[in-house]
């Protein structure tokens, strides 16, 4: 259930973030940083449209219909999208695959909750979420390489084909997790008199904004400003997406045995303060012996929150709300993540990469004092 569920999450990943990475391709024929920022950012609009209604989906009929339906459809909006004559076609072709990809994002996280016991559930969904900078750093490799080599449309069956093999093996492997009788406490709305759960979800989009702007900016910058070529700007996004991948275990394993996953989401949130600031002031001053280290740094720290605050999410929401909660949850983070590529996309171009990495570090400033105090999971 771990590897088909990380398996799935990460063909949604490499849908949704490896699109960014045909910025170089779509900018070199002539397309303005805006303009491209927009179309790679339809994925992630589709996804937020849907990841509300997929939860409750999930809610409803379980996780096994749900991982196997969104990746198919995010299989067939990606090879048509290979085909698109035009770039009002292939955005819209984009955003369907990102309501494919929306469908992972729960479900696959409710597998986890579901089949793994309280004192193992951090570490093992903080594997499960080695899915997303896995996906990222497979974009990242594959991508850019491929749109160089053969074009834009063929590199977007990277991701349809991953789908396709995700959709495959959840209609073969994939169980439902036991869902207990619940008793009417259990299937009462968590969201009511009591704000944990919105302060979780405020914390993550406020967390977002730096994970998104290394994740969608790094390669342009380590390129355009650091003069790095395309391959090994691409090879160190992959490297630090795998250190992040490991990070995000580590916060697992740690929330596990200090039995807390809001006080660890705390001392992260401050951590990607520091090393964003830091990295703003390295950037400024042309320091890349320091600003490539911090930009490792940065990526790994930015992404070690979203495995303690989705757990949170869906251990406070309980087994009849977590689907909506955890949807409410990415639809939030996704929402901020949209809006990454033309927002910051427009700031890097009036006032320099420094500037973005400064003004995210100062939204994760917002997030510290927002991070709840441990409650009573359900």
């Not at 927009?38 to 937020?48: F, K």
């Not at 990746?71 to 076609?89: D, E, I, R």
């Not at 400003?225 to 160190?236: K, M, T």
């Not at 006032?351 to 995210?360: M, N, R, T, V």
């Amino acid at each position: 259930m771990l590897g088909l569920g990380v398996f799935a999450q990460a063909s949604s990943a490499v849908f949704i973030h490896g699109v960014p990475f045909l910025l170089p391709a779509l900018t070199a024929d002539g397309m303005p940083l805006a303009t491209a920022g927009l179309l790679v950012a339809m994925p992630t609009v589709g996804l937020v449209c849907t990841l509300i209604a997929w939860g409750y989906v999930v809610d409803r009929i379980g996780e096994h219909k749900v991982l196997v339906g969104g990746p198919l459809l995010m299989f067939v909006a990606g090879a048509a999208a290979a085909t698109a004559s035009n770039y009002l076609a292939l955005g819209a072709l984009l955003f369907f695959g990102g309501v494919g990809a929306a469908s992972t994002n729960g479900a696959s996280g409710r597998v986890i909750v579901g089949w793994f016991p309280p004192h193992r559930r951090g570490l093992a969904m903080g594997i499960r979420q080695t899915a997303q900078p896995l996906g990222v750093g497979v974009g990242a490799l594959a991508i850019p390489a491929v749109a160089a080599e053969h074009g834009v449309s063929v590199a977007i069956l990277v991701p349809a084909v991953m789908a396709g093999a995700a959709a495959l093996g959840c209609l073969v492997g994939i169980v439902d997790p036991p869902r207990p009788t619940g008793a009417a406490v259990d299937r009462a709305n968590p969201y009511r008199g009591d704000s944990t759960l919105w302060r979780i979800h405020a914390v993550s989009v406020l967390l977002c904004v730096p994970q998104g702007t290394v994740w969608t900016f790094a390669l342009l910058w380590l390129h355009r400003d650091v003069g790095w070529s395309l391959p090994a700007a691409g090879a160190l996004v992959t490297f630090t997406q795998i250190l992040g991948a490991l990070g995000r275990i580590g916060a697992g394993a740690w929330s596990d045995r200090v039995g807390s996953r809001l006080g660890p989401l705390r001392t992260v949130a401050i951590a990607a303060v520091i090393s964003m600031a830091a990295l703003a002031s390295a950037a400024w001053t042309h320091a890349w012996w320091a600003a490539i280290p911090l930009l490792i740094a940065a990526s790994v720290i930015t992404v070690s929150d979203n495995g303690l605050a989705f757990t949170a999410v869906a251990e406070i929401a309980g087994p009849y709300w977590s689907g909506r909660g955890l949807g409410i949850q990415n639809t939030g983070q996704n929402l901020a993540i949209a809006a990454i590529p033309p927002a910051f996309g427009a700031l890097i171009t009036a006032s320099g990469f420094p500037a973005a990495y400064l003004l995210a570090a100062a939204l994760a400033t917002a997030a510290v004092p927002l991070v709840p105090a441990d409650r009573q999971s359900k």
